[in-house]
């Protein structure tokens, strides 16, 4: 399934629009949406390295612009248009359950660990965040942190590695996803442990 996803966002990648393509899968995807940003800023990188600061820039001005817009979404409208988008995606237990106990710290890393891996899916911390009232300063500064270090190392390694990085992910891409995972699982551990 990765494979086929990534073949046809190769495909997508190429086309004129995919810039502006780009920007509204990122900012919707920290909202409502559920196909992360990386799915197509990946291809576009590979397809055309010499613009990766460009499409690291485009993804993280989208994602948290977007992880605003679920900060809002959470605060201003949640019953009308967040539980339905959580209920439509099956996530609106999972939802419920982080809610009851969590506090400020659990926030800050819920927005580490999903702006980096998705663990858990972004839009339910950006919309748990407004509806737990968050300051939306701390909440916006955490975005940038997240998402935009993400972006903006992942265009790192491609203006360093160029094109050579092409057949490394292509070949172990499922690995690649595995091991991100693996890591945040990993480290969520550790700072759970830590704080006990």
């Known amino acids: 399934m990765l494979k086929s996803l990534y073949d046809w966002t190769m495909r997508l ?3 004129p ?11 919707i995807e920290s909202s409502i949406f559920l196909v992360p940003a990386e799915v197509l800023f990946l291809p576009m990188a590979i397809a055309n390295p010499k613009k990766v600061w460009r499409y690291g820039i ?39 359950a982080m809610k009851s106990g969590i506090d400020i710290n659990w926030i800050l890393l819920f927005l580490i660990t999903s702006g980096a891996a998705h663990l858990p899916p972004l839009k339910v ?6 509806v737990l ?17 993400k972006f903006m190392l992942l265009s790192w390694l491609f203006a360093k590695y160029g ?33 006990h």
Request: proline share 1%.
């Open 17 to 27: 629009s995919a810039e502006i393509w780009l920007f509204i899968i990122s900012f």
């Open 58 to 96: 485009i993804a993280s001005v989208g994602s948290i612009l977007g992880g605003v817009a679920g900060w809002m979404i959470g605060y201003f409208a949640f019953a009308t248009i967040a539980a339905p988008v959580l209920e439509f995606y099956g996530k609106l237990d999972e939802f419920e």
């Open 133 to 149: 009232q968050v300051n939306l300063l701390l909440f916006f500064v955490a975005a940038v942190v997240a998402r935009g270090g």
């Open 125 to 130: 911390v950006t919309i748990l965040s407004g």
């Open 163 to 195: 094109v050579s990085i092409r057949d490394f992910i292509e070949k172990r891409l499922n690995w690649l996803a595995a091991l991100a995972a693996a890591i945040l699982i990993a480290l969520y551990l550790v700072y759970e442990l830590l704080k």
């Open 13 to 15: 990648a190429e086309r």
